[in-house]
């Protein structure tokens, strides 16, 4: 894992402190994770305190849940307790690398009209949440 880009809050989608990781395999980018270590209703509901996107000649290898776990020390650092992480119902290969990893399904929540993927058909979203004190 390598840090490629550190998004202070003014500039970060997601409103908060933005650490983007490239995921590495034989140096190439193999994919992309970003933690957003605050607690804010659009982070815990909406958008994930982590997001992970891993390019498709790399999949396969569950890299996005060793990702994830590579990066729980730092999430633990930045004081979360726990993590939050949302995908919607048909992501299959996302909701499988969140239960590998132990998340708990905690309920699904409506997009709102409001939020960013809403215009492009996202009506649902899953929440999954991961206990990192356990
Ligand atoms: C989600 C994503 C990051 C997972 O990539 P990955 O780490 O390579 O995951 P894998 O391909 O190893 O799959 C993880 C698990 O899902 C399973 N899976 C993947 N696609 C599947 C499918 N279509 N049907 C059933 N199971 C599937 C795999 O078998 C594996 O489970 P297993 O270890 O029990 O066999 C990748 O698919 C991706 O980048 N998708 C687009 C971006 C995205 O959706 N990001 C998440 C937003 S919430």
Redesign the pocket.
């Given at each position: 894992m390598r840090l490629s880009h550190v998004y202070p809050a003014e500039t970060s989608p997601w409103g908060v402190r933005t650490f983007r990781f490239d995921m590495l395999v034989d140096g190439m980018v193999a994919?992309t994770i970003s933690l957003r270590p605050a607690t804010t209703h659009l982070l815990t509901h909406l958008s994930?305190q982590i997001?992970?996107?891993?390019?498709?000649g790399?999949?396969?290898?569950?890299?996005?849940?060793?990702a994830v776990r590579a990066l729980v020390p730092a999430a633990r650092a930045h004081g979360l307790n726990e993590l939050w992480?949302?995908?919607?119902p048909d992501?299959?290969?996302?909701r499988?690398?969140l239960e590998?990893l132990g998340c708990v399904l905690v309920e699904s929540v409506a997009v709102p009209e409001d939020y960013v993927s809403h215009a492009s058909g996202e009506r649902t979203k899953l929440r999954y949440r991961l206990d990192l004190l356990g």
């Open positions: 994919g994930g997001g992970f996107s891993v390019e498709p790399f999949r396969g290898r569950g890299l996005a849940a060793k992480f949302t995908t919607t992501n299959v290969a996302s499988r690398t590998k």
